[in-house]
């Protein structure tokens, strides 16, 4: 019974500060593409651009 005069007002500190956490992301944007970075990877194009001509091309 002891126990709950210490745990419950940390855990209510523990959400205060889940709540902040997540008030701050909101507002400094991290939920407002959820699709954008997913797309790009897929999106990439990591070819480079070859200004080589092959010795096959050249005969």
């Not at 855990?11 to 407002?32: A, H, N, P, Y």
């Not at 797309?39 to 480079?48: G, K, N, R, S, V």
Request: glycine content about 6%; hydrophobic content about 45%; cysteine-free.
């Amino acid at each position: 019974m002891e126990s709950l005069f210490l745990l419950v007002p940390l855990s209510l500190v523990l959400v205060g500060l889940l709540v902040w956490i997540l008030r701050w992301s909101i507002k400094s944007g991290q939920f407002d593409d959820l699709d954008g970075p997913g797309h790009a990877i897929l999106m990439d194009d990591d070819t480079p651009i070859s200004n080589e001509v092959s010795e096959h091309s050249q005969k």
